[in-house]
């Protein structure tokens, strides 16, 4: 019986370690996923596209979401994350979508939408791991 409290403690404590750790993973990858977004929309050669439309909206998708990226500021004023039916619901004509986001070992290729400049905006982003910060390696402005 004694044998049994001590393992079942041990599966409980072990359980718990693990549920604090990816928590801990999961805030992680949000602060990153967060800091990539941030420098996204700070391109510097993006800001022409913009015309000061604010707030800024970000067309809410599997990698993104308002329940766990706060703080984003375009223009000096919080970025705000929307679905694709609110912003239909809200007619709102500038948004961002992304369109794809892929995760290799080398970085992060992105490409994001900006349907009402009719622009696609592909970026490289690769982190400095001595730093620990995101950076935009590569970008492009394509007009469609």
């Known amino acids: 019986m004694k044998s049994l409290k001590v393992t079942l403690f041990f599966l409980i404590i072990t359980f718990f370690t693990n549920s604090i750790a990816a928590a801990c993973d999961e805030e992680k990858i949000h602060d990153e996923i967060k800091e990539i977004l941030q420098l996204a929309i700070d391109l510097p050669l993006l800001q022409q596209f913009f015309h000061n439309r604010t707030p800024l909206t970000i067309e809410e998708s599997d990698y993104v979401h308002s329940d766990y990226i706060k703080g984003l500021k375009s223009a000096g004023k919080t970025v705000q994350f929307m679905s694709k039916n609110d912003i ?15 995760v290799s070992s080398f970085g992060i290729n992105a490409e994001f939408e900006y349907k009402v400049e009719g622009i696609i905006i592909s970026y490289e982003f690769k982190k400095d791991y ?15």
Not at 91 to 100: M, P, Q, R, V
């Open 130 to 144: 001595s730093t620990l910060k995101w950076n935009v390696e590569n970008s492009t402005i394509i007009e469609h």
């Open 88 to 102: 239909r619901k809200n007619n709102i004509k500038h948004y961002l979508t992304i369109l794809t986001w892929d």
